[in-house]
């Protein structure tokens, strides 16, 4: 595991960002509120070697198969990629594009 891979301090985002952090159920209802928003899927403690980015309804960061945001990684969302972008780039890093979701 990278140093710093867990992390006991919850991510702190400005809206329009959503950070899930050991709350599935909540995460799992926005991006079905949410299907066409963004999610960044990162480690607990947010760093630049792994930012990425995933369509909301993304079957990789989604669906019945638990859990999403109660083991190594978090999600941070967005109905807007300029926001997540930003997020990332405070971060001193980009989001990484899934190949699932622009293949």
Avoid at 11 to 24: G, H, K, S
């Amino acid at each position: 595991m990278p140093p710093g891979y867990l992390c006991g301090v919850p991510i702190q985002v400005e809206p329009p960002l959503v950070a899930f952090e050991d709350n599935d159920r909540d995460y799992l209802f926005w991006t079905s509120q949410n299907a066409r928003g963004y999610v960044a899927n990162c480690y607990r403690n947010p760093s630049a070697d792994y930012l990425k980015l995933h369509w909301a309804d993304c079957y990789t960061i989604n669906g019945s198969q638990l859990p999403w945001t109660t083991s190594d990684y978090a999600k941070v969302c967005s109905p807007t990629l300029s926001a997540l972008e930003d997020w990332a780039s405070g971060l001193g890093g980009s989001l990484q594009k899934c190949e699932k979701c622009w293949s």
